[in-house]
């Protein structure tokens, strides 16, 4: 059987032709099947397509694989650039005993406040 085959289809009974379909489940696919033209029920699993659905499986999860990786690194990557820009990591944080000062704005400032001038020390 391939597909543009006519056929006489065993769930409508109507002569139709063989479409191909593809099978998803999510982004997964599952594989081809030869279907009714007429009521799209399955009428045969599509040969000789193996092989290429094996490859394209292994493609989308490479490619998922690669996606989660981006995810994982997406983070770390901001958290080491944006959100450690506290002034108890900058340059002109100046620790006092009983009190914090930026030596930049000359003013009172606590160790998780943070600023558009920090400067990594
Ligand atoms: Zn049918």
Excluded at 23 to 52: R, V
Excluded at 58 to 72: I, M, N, R, T
Aim: aromatic share 6%; hydrophobic share 25%.
């Amino acid at each position: 059987m391939k597909p543009g085959q006519q056929t006489k289809c065993s769930h409508c009974g109507k002569e139709c032709f063989l479409v191909k379909k593809t099978l998803m489940d999510g982004w997964t696919k599952l594989g081809d099947i030869l279907a009714c033209s007429c009521c799209s029920a399955k009428i045969a699993d599509l040969d000789g397509e193996k092989t290429k659905t094996v490859d394209t499986t292994k493609k989308f999860s490479a490619l998922e694989d690669l996606l989660a990786e981006k995810k994982k690194e997406g983070p770390k990557i901001e958290s080491s650039e944006d959100e450690k820009h506290f002034c108890r990591d900058c340059m002109h944080f100046v620790s006092h005993p009983f009190l914090n000062r930026c030596g930049l704005h000359k003013k009172n400032v606590g160790p998780m406040d943070d600023c558009d001038k920090f400067e990594k020390k």
